[in-house]
């Protein structure tokens, strides 16, 4: 079975990089690794993507490493409306079973 | 909004009933996601549709749960004999393609009394 593994917390001041790792094990080998924010009441909410080495978007990087085996979600300049909750999304090998990480709860001070 | 709509958003009752959860998606999307998500917790995989087709069902599905998306469009959840155990935010998402750029809706909460 897919199991991943993120710090349950992390705290961080406005300006700030963030950064925040996931740890997964049997995931598929040929499926996207995904990140994704929360916030209270609402539904999770697409942040980025990438299958290996380093994606960045608008809002994030994300880097993985050749063994697939983690990946770290860089947040540079976080501010206040980022704190949130960060969840990593892997999907099992051999299934379409796609399993979130526990969460990271981001508090971004002023 | 993200253009996934959930009905009802809110759901309150007793023990034994049965309930009926809606999802409707992004009208092009042809996969669509349920999961379970309790208190301080991350979204619990529940199951997949690609098209009409169930693709896929967590253990966490038990008997008393069954999911439909008909003709590929919305989908249902129907929980029957309800317990307080499955009180918890049922929430849908969508997406289109191979990759998992998911698109959730606002949720609906269940609260078992």
């Known amino acids: 079975l897919a199991k991943t593994t993120q710090p349950i917390s992390m705290d961080s001041y406005e300006g700030q990089e963030v950064n925040i790792t996931c740890s997964h094990n049997?995931?598929?080998?040929?499926?996207?690794i995904t990140w994704y924010q929360q916030f209270p009441s609402q539904g999770p909410r697409f942040i980025i993507q990438?299958?290996?080495t380093k994606v960045t978007n608008e809002v994030a990087s994300l880097f993985i490493p050749a063994d697939r085996k983690s990946s770290t979600l860089s947040l540079p300049r976080v501010s206040l409306s980022d704190t949130a909750v960060y969840y990593c999304?892997?999907?099992?090998?051999?299934?379409?079973?796609?399993?979130f990480g526990s969460g990271t709860r981001l508090l971004v001070r002023p | 909004d993200t253009g996934v709509s959930q009905d009802p958003r809110h759901k309150i009752t007793k023990r034994g009933q049965n309930v009926t959860f809606r999802c409707d998606p992004i009208?092009?999307?042809?996969?669509l996601y349920w999961y379970r998500q309790t208190l301080g917790q991350g979204p619990e995989f529940l199951t997949y549709?690609?098209?009409?087709?169930?693709?896929?069902k967590s253990r966490l599905l038990s008997d008393r749960f069954s999911a439909e998306r008909p003709k590929g469009s919305f989908s249902t959840l129907e929980i029957q004999r309800t317990e307080q155990g499955d009180s918890a935010m049922y929430l849908c998402?969508?997406?289109?393609?191979?990759?998992?750029?998911?698109?959730f809706g606002p949720g609906t909460r269940l609260t078992v009394l």
């Open positions: 998402a969508s997406s289109l393609g191979v990759t998992n750029e998911q698109f």
């Open positions: 049997n995931i598929a080998t040929n499926d996207y």
């Open positions: 990438g299958y290996k």
């Open positions: 999304l892997v999907e099992e090998d051999s299934s379409y079973k796609l399993i």
């Open positions: 009208s092009e999307h042809n996969r």
């Open positions: 549709f690609q098209n009409e087709a169930q693709l896929e």
